[in-house]
Antibody
Framework: QVHLQESGPRLVNPSGTLSLTCTVSGAPASRNWWSWARQPPGKGLEWIGE???????NYNPSLRSRASILVDESKNQVSLSLESVSAADTAIYYC??????????WGQGVLVTVSS | QSALTQPPSASGSLGQSVTISCTGTRSDVGLYNYVSWFQQHPGRAPKLLIF???NRPSGVPDRFSGSKSGNTASLTVSGLQAEDEADYYCSSFAAGSNYVFGTGTKVTVL
């Protein structure tokens, strides 16, 4: 049973960097695909990007210039950084395990608000 | 990349069926057999229902079925139950090694 737990600051200043960590239990972070997705309150889902350790990454073209996803094998964690944030980046952020070009395990999500 | 197009809402009576469409392009739904469907209840994370167009993960009832024709995929929920009332999203692998989600459909059980 895979469990994903997102953590990080819930409030980020405009133009700052959003940083989130996903702690993985029940599966090795180094041997799976991991994605981040987000959902603005009351709106639909948006895929942000994915990683397969040690360094294969793919990003949503609209976020590629600002997003970075990494795996910390020693801590079994997956991280997301999103630079130069604005109010449009306010959303619930989900950590997700990739499975056969789909997404089978989701974290509970964390609401991050961009505001001063 | 643009979101896949889904109807905003759909409804059906208890025990009946409802079908939700998901329309993409020749660069995503039409190009790959990697269409998935997710169910999301209010305040909860999405749950995988269907992967690779028509495959169900272990534990998903066979009341949920998926199909695809050209650039459009479909999810059918048969024998509607009260707990099927939720938002449903499709997704597809897309050219350029991306993923795109659908706009979402709110299903109401009458």
């Amino acid at each position: 049973q895979v469990h994903l737990q997102e953590s990080g600051p819930r409030l980020v200043n405009p133009s700052g960097t959003l940083s989130l960590t996903c702690t993985v239990s029940g599966a090795p972070a180094s041997r799976n695909w991991w994605s981040w997705a987000r959902q603005p309150p009351g709106k639909g889902l948006e895929w942000i990007g994915e990683i397969h350790h040690p360094g294969t990454t793919n990003y949503n073209p609209s976020l590629r210039s600002r997003a970075s996803i990494l795996v910390d094998e020693s801590k079994n964690q997956v991280s997301l950084s999103l630079e130069s944030v604005s109010a449009a980046d306010t959303a619930i952020y989900y950590c997700v395990r990739g499975f056969d070009n789909s997404f089978d395990d989701w974290g509970q999500g964390v609401l991050v608000t961009v505001s001063s | 990349q643009s979101a896949l197009t889904q109807p905003p809402s759909a409804s059906g009576s208890l025990g009946q069926s409802v079908t939700i469409s998901c329309t993409g392009t020749r660069s995503d739904v039409g190009l790959y057999n990697y269409v998935s469907w997710f169910q999301q209840h209010p305040g909860r994370a999405p749950k995988l229902l269907i992967f690779k167009v028509s495959n169900r993960p272990s534990g998903v009832p066979d009341r949920f079925s998926g199909s695809k024709s050209g650039n459009t995929a479909s999810l059918t929920v048969s024998g509607l139950q009260a707990e099927d009332e939720a938002d449903y999203y499709c997704s597809s692998f897309a050219a350029g090694s991306n993923y795109v989600f659908g706009t979402g459909t709110k299903v109401t059980v009458l």
